[in-house]
């Protein structure tokens, strides 16, 4: 079995190879120093991104927890957990290209053959190439590299893996067992470098001097697009690329994810921002709320509310508890004060959280049920949102990593309504 051990001992390796690389460990002392910094510099240093050595050392602790569980290996089609441990960009389309990791040998890319040469001028690890012809089957291919492994091991698939290739593999190698890889891919993911917490800490510094300066060129008349757009246009200026630029405006900010209906900037309108940014693969997830002009007395005390909601997340993350207590008592608080109960609105519609790193949405969640001890190294949102339909809504939302000595947020939390930026 894979002991937590195992994982922790790749951050731990993984950091070496990150520091030894030059990477800046934003954050590490402390996300205030840091802002600090920022502020007297002007200039937001963005980390080197993540080297071969640490996709390396990925690998390595990957084989040795497939051959713990009793893998051949893992099956990982494109996207983020390709680049995770091959730095390989590659779109999804209809004809299969994976990278196959196998317990006990290096890594193989299967690709169809006229890719080829796209794929070598791609690639920033050396990696055995197989390529298959049209008339060919991909994961025949596949089943090839696992043939020669020693004894039965079962076949990891990673979790985004399409129909089509779990299909063909107990087609194709019908003497293994197919079985999910998430003991392996997200048992790793879910464990930060330093050299991972320093490229999220750059996307994060990025947003929120995106979000200081978009803040005071909001005015009235403007529609969230315009508001989203200028974000948008800001982030590139600071050399991250955007991921999302949302901007919710009077009612539409009542529901998590907005309205069709388009409003307009007014005097004592709320205004619901949802911005993040990608540097090196790695990003940022940042919400803000605020009235235009000066908020009531409704406005305020949810806006109160849902800060002591993210006070209470900040005290239950602690190295060994539960991700489901601290939903759990961000709920009971919120229906003390007349919210909810459960996801009923007004009131948290939502979970209170959720992982984050080269995906927006990634393990762990910070949802009821989940009984994940928490760990050092853990990357995830506090955002307790609250909800109140045909009115408006509120949510606040920053990142936190864990370190040995309980969680560390990437930003500073908004300080009140009126001074959500903290200016």
């Not at 954050?27 to 205030?32: K, P």
């Not at 996709?55 to 494109?78: D, F, K, L, N, Y």
């Not at 879910?190 to 510094?205: C, F, G, V």
């Not at 919120?334 to 009923?344: A, Q, R, V």
Request: glycine share 10%; proline share 5%.
């Amino acid at each position: 079995m894979t002991t937590r051990r195992d994982v922790l001992q790749y951050g731990a390796r993984a950091g070496v190879l990150g520091m030894a690389a030059g990477a800046v460990p934003f954050g590490m002392a402390g996300t205030l120093s840091a802002a600090k910094d920022h502020s007297t510099s002007g200039a937001i240093t963005i980390p080197p991104a993540i080297t071969n050595e640490e996709r390396t050392t990925r690998i390595r602790t990957a084989q040795s927890m497939m051959q713990a569980q009793g893998m051949a290996g893992i099956v990982v089609e494109a996207g983020s957990s390709m680049m995770y441990f091959s730095g390989l960009g590659w779109g999804r389309g209809s004809r299969l290209t994976a990278l196959v990791i196998p317990a006990n040998s290096d890594p193989v890319v299967v690709t169809p053959a006229f890719e080829a040469s796209k794929l070598a001028e791609l690639m920033v690890m050396p990696m055995e190439v197989r390529t298959w012809d049209e008339h060919e089957s991909p994961t025949a291919l596949i089943a090839e590299v696992f043939a020669v492994q020693p004894g039965n091991g079962s076949i990891g698939v990673e979790r985004t893996t399409r129909h089509f290739v779990t299909d063909g593999l107990r087609k194709d190698a019908p003497s293994r067992k197919i079985v999910s890889a998430d003991p392996v891919v997200s048992a790793l993911r879910q464990i930060k470098s330093p050299q991972e917490i320093a490229l999220m800490q750059a996307a994060n510094d990025i947003t929120m001097a995106a979000y200081r300066e978009v803040y005071a060129q909001v005015q009235p008349g403007m529609v969230g697009g315009q508001i989203g757009a200028i974000m948008s246009e800001v982030t590139r200026s600071l050399g991250a690329r955007p991921t999302f630029s949302s901007a919710q405006v009077g009612e539409a900010s009542a529901y998590p994810h907005g309205s069709k209906q388009v409003y307009e900037v007014a005097e004592g309108e709320v205004i619901l921002m949802d911005c993040g940014c990608d540097v090196h693969g790695y990003k940022s997830d940042i919400s803000r709320t605020w009235v235009h002009g000066g908020a009531n007395a409704e406005q305020t005390r949810v806006w109160n509310t849902v800060r002591k909601g993210q006070d209470i997340v900040m005290e239950m993350a602690q190295i060994g508890g539960s991700f489901g207590a601290i939903d759990d008592a961000v709920r009971k608080y919120y229906e003390s004060e007349g919210f909810g109960p459960d996801y009923k609105t007004p009131g948290l519609s939502h979970r209170t959280g959720h992982g984050i790193g080269m995906d927006i949405h990634e393990d762990q969640f910070v949802v009821r049920g989940n009984e994940t001890p928490i760990a050092v190294g853990m990357c995830f949102s506090n955002e307790p949102g609250i909800y109140l339909p045909g009115k408006f809504g509120v949510r606040n939302e920053d990142c936190m990593y864990m370190t040995e000595d309980g969680p560390r947020l990437f930003t500073l939390r908004a300080r009140s309504i009126d001074n959500p930026m903290n200016l």
